[in-house]
């Protein structure tokens, strides 16, 4: 079945983040790069992150997931290692409604994060369904 493709306006939302590692960063720093609210829920955060943290970049809500913490979410994204929590999440997800990527995991995708090329104010985005990231990327 084929993607309804959008660019998502989250310029002052609230977004999460579960997981502190550097998938986890690499999505930060695009959600900030949006204009983002961004709040992690991570137990160790690598030293990029942490020093967002520090620097009141993102709001840093705990180390353990509990599904208040993504309560008034527009966009959340799983990115742990943990294919028990990253579930967890994406079922807390659905049941509020709310947006969720887990990544690696394109079954519980409600949206696929594409490959963006930049030029000035001109964005095409390069999606491949959560099948080849890696390809989207080199194209």
Not at 25 to 45: M, N, Q, T, W
């Amino acid at each position: 079945m084929g993607k309804y493709p959008i660019f998502l306006e989250l310029s002052g939302k609230q977004t999460v983040v579960i997981g502190g590692g550097h998938v986890a960063s690499r999505k930060v720093k695009a959600l900030l790069e949006a204009g983002a609210s961004v709040c992690i829920v991570a137990d160790k955060l690598v030293g990029e992150l942490a020093g967002l943290s520090r620097d009141g970049h993102v709001l840093l809500l705990g180390s353990k997931y509990r599904p208040e913490q993504i309560e008034g979410a527009t966009v959340v994204i799983a990115a742990t290692s943990n294919r028990d929590l990253n579930t967890r999440v994406y079922e807390d997800c659905r049941r509020r409604r709310i947006l969720c990527n887990v990544v690696d995991m394109p079954q519980m995708c409600d949206f696929f994060v594409p490959a963006v090329a930049r030029c000035g104010p001109l964005q095409i985005a390069i999606c491949t369904d959560g099948a080849s990231p890696a390809f989207a990327r080199n194209i």
